[in-house]
């Protein structure tokens, strides 16, 4: 992180100091994220060590999933404070509710990875050929050859290699050379 300086800086040094562009704090000046400062009888604006801890939060909770609009509705707080709390935990738990609904969408995405890299995927010996739009539909099982027999509760089965998930030697009817 770069040092502040105490002393006004101009938008270019602001920058700078922040680890943005100039159009980035120009940017968040249009949004209503930074307030932008009046020209000084030099012509120029001069920012603060203020502004550039409001760009870091920006940034930071841009990170952290929060959009520009609740950025600035949390800027605009200003404070955590007995008034101010339950508006901030309304706003942290609608957005742990929308992580933890992104990490079940990923999850499910990473099991339907798992189960196409699998059925289509390059250790499938089978020959028969499948359209990946019908695969997907059918949420890739149209290219194996059977279904899991293992009897391994939550093994998902090994889809012709060596051995189920679970460990066990494979016992599946899927499997192209048994």
């Known amino acids: ?92 738990q609608k957005k742990i509710d929308e992580i933890q609904q992104k990490i079940a969408d990923l999850n499910e995405m990473l099991a339907a990875l798992k189960k196409f890299s699998k059925s289509c995927g390059t250790k499938n010996t089978s020959t028969q050929e499948c359209g990946i739009l019908d695969c997907f539909e059918k949420r890739w099982e149209c290219c194996q050859t059977g279904k899991c027999t293992c009897s391994k509760e939550n093994c998902n089965c090994c889809c012709g290699t060596e051995a189920c998930q679970c460990g066990e030697s494979c016992a599946c009817d899927c499997r192209s050379d048994s």
């Open 1 to 92: 992180m770069k040092a502040t300086s105490s002393k006004p800086m101009t938008i270019g040094v602001l920058a700078k100091s922040a680890e943005v562009g100039v159009e980035t704090v120009r940017f968040y000046e249009r949004r209503g994220l930074l307030k932008q400062p009046i020209k000084e009888g030099s012509g120029f604006r001069h920012y603060s060590d203020s502004d550039i801890r409001k760009i870091r939060f920006i940034k930071r909770a841009q990170e952290l999933g929060f959009t520009l609009e609740e950025t600035r509705e949390l800027l605009e707080m200003e404070v955590c404070s007995k008034a101010t709390r339950p508006a901030l935990q309304k706003k942290s």
